[in-house]
Every structure is written in structure tokens, then in C-alpha cells.
């Protein structure tokens, strides 16, 4: 490979890294209840807004409360434009903190996923 092809190449690399991160997959921007947040009272359901549109039958979230305990969620449903996936709590969630595991196919075929954690106030 020549000086200016390989240079050409690293270049290519460095523009679909960027273009990647900047554009590809569904990220969560912000959630409700957000991050490390703590509530009063019970949720009735969680809102998970991301930067792309998602595609439902491959989207999702889990709860999980003190001593791995498996919160039931009722099914969740797509608002603002497929952006945000709303996960409907149909229980009291007694004080304590809750991690929500999340998975999320966007449109463009991508699939990521994460985890974030809110408190119930007592
Ligand atoms: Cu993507």
C-alpha cells in the first residue's frame, strides 16, 4: 500500500468511527425517572426517550427491584415519532431502588443497550 493510500484508508476509518458514533445507533438521551433519581411515590410507567426511532418488537425494558426481585411491566409502546418508549409499571413499587436494563433495535438495524437505576422514596 502506497503513502497515500494508506493514508486515504486511515482517513476513511476516522470519517465511519465519527459518522458512526454521531449518527448510527439509538442512544438513551434522557429518561423519566432520570438517572439516579429519586421519587416520591410509585412511578406508573418509565419514559425512555433515544436519539433515533426504534423499532418496537425489538425494544424493551426490564425492572428489577431489591434482591433481583423481577418487576412485572406492562407492554410497552412507542410515542414522539418512535423516539421514546414508554414502559407502563401496572404495580406499586414499595420504597427502595430499581435498575431498569434496556435493549432497543432503532430503525437503521442497530441494536444497544444499557442500564440506569432510580430510587422510590419511603
Ligand atoms: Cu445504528
Redesign the pocket.
Known amino acids: 500500500m502506497s503513502k497515500s493510500h494508506s493514508f486515504l484508508a486511515l482517513s476513511l476509518a476516522a470519517v465511519l468511527a465519527f459518522s458512526g458514533q454521531a449518527f ?2 439509538a442512544h438513551l438521551t434522557t429518561s423519566d425517572p432520570a438517572d439516579k433519581s429519586v421519587v416520591a411515590g410509585s412511578p406508573a410507567s418509565l419514559e425512555l426517550h433515544f436519539s433515533e426511532e426504534l423499532n418496537i418488537r425489538f425494544s424493551g425494558a426490564q425492572i428489577t427491584g431489591a434482591g433481583m426481585t423481577e418487576i412485572k411491566a406492562g407492554e410497552a409502546t412507542l410515542a414522539d415519532e418512535g423516539k421514546t418508549l414508554t414502559v407502563p409499571i401496572p404495580t406499586t413499587l414499595d420504597a427502595g431502588t430499581y435498575s431498569v436494563e434496556w435493549h432497543v433495535l ?1 430503525t ?1 438495524g ?1 441494536k444497544t443497550n444499557g442500564r440506569y437505576s432510580f430510587t422510590v422514596k419511603p
Open positions: 448510527a445507533h432503532s437503521d442497530h
